[in-house]
T-cell receptor, first 123, second 107 residues
Framework: QLQLQESGPGLVKPSETLSLTCTVSGGSVRSNNYYWGWIRQPPGKGLEWIGTIYYTGVTYYSSSLQSRLTVSLDTPNNRFSLKLTSATAADTAIYYCARTSGAGGLTQYFDTWGQGTLITVSS | DFQMTQSPSSLSASVGDRVTIACRASQDISNGLAWYQQKPGAVPKLLIYVATTLQSGVPSRFSGSGSGTDFSLTITGLQPEDVATYYC?????????FGQGTKVEIK
């Protein structure tokens, strides 16, 4: 059974880099059948798609974050990661990692999610 | 920039009522739309994909309709356990885009 687990520092100082990792169990980030994504949710607000990566390393980023964002694969450890530079209070959110149901157009919805991790940006 | 516009932002209805939530895409997305339910403090749960297909285990009172640019989620016979925020997601190509959410409450 696929499980995703986010891990991160919990607290990040303004202007520093926010780094998160999603560890995958019961599946492989090397599979060509899925995309792997990051979604966030500021406290009391809605869901925001951040970025998505395919097993080839091809990435897709939110236009509002792409200048600060890097999503990458760590295939030896079956993980994928997010780095967001120059963090501000506006980046405070619950961050979720997720996997799509498939890799074809109509199967690219996120059907498996991690539990989420709260990242607070504050001095 | 692509946009998904979801309405209303909130609604209040009685148990047993029929409730409809709408999402409009800024361009044709075929059937590449999913609906999620999120209860307070919980992870979003997939309800519907490919605009109309019910995810396994989801009660049949939930249904989706639409294609192209206009979509809707209907709850036929609202139950107390349906109190949640509902989101649409456009996913057939990048950028994946969520609607703003609709908070559903019981009168």
């Amino acid at each position: 059974q696929l499980q995703l687990q986010e891990s991160g520092p919990g607290l990040v100082k303004p202007s520093e880099t926010l780094s998160l990792t999603c560890t995958v169990s019961g599946g492989s980030v090397r599979s060509n059948n899925y995309y792997w994504g990051w979604i966030r949710q500021p406290p009391g607000k809605g869901l925001e798609w951040i970025g998505t990566i395919y097993y080839t390393g091809v990435t897709y980023y939110s236009s509002s974050l792409q200048s600060r964002l890097t999503v990458s694969l760590d295939t030896p450890n079956n993980r994928f990661s997010l780095k967001l530079t120059s963090a501000t209070a506006a980046d405070t959110a619950i961050y979720y990692c997720a996997r799509t149901s498939g890799a074809g157009g109509l199967t690219q919805y996120f059907d498996t999610w991690g539990q989420g991790t709260l990242i607070t940006v504050s001095s | 920039d692509f946009q998904m516009t979801q309405s209303p932002s909130s609604l209040s209805a009685s148990v047993g009522d029929r409730v409809t939530i709408a999402c409009r895409a800024s361009q044709d997305i075929s059937n590449g739309l999913a609906w999620y339910q999120q209860k307070p403090g919980a992870v979003p749960k997939l309800l519907i994909y490919v605009a109309t297909t019910l995810q396994s285990g989801v009660p049949s009172r939930f249904s989706g309709s639409g294609s192209g640019t206009d979509f809707s989620l209907t709850i036929t016979g609202l139950q107390p356990e349906d109190v949640a925020t509902y989101y649409c997601l456009k996913y057939n190509s990048a950028p994946w885009t969520f609607g703003q959410g609709t908070k559903v409450e019981i009168k």
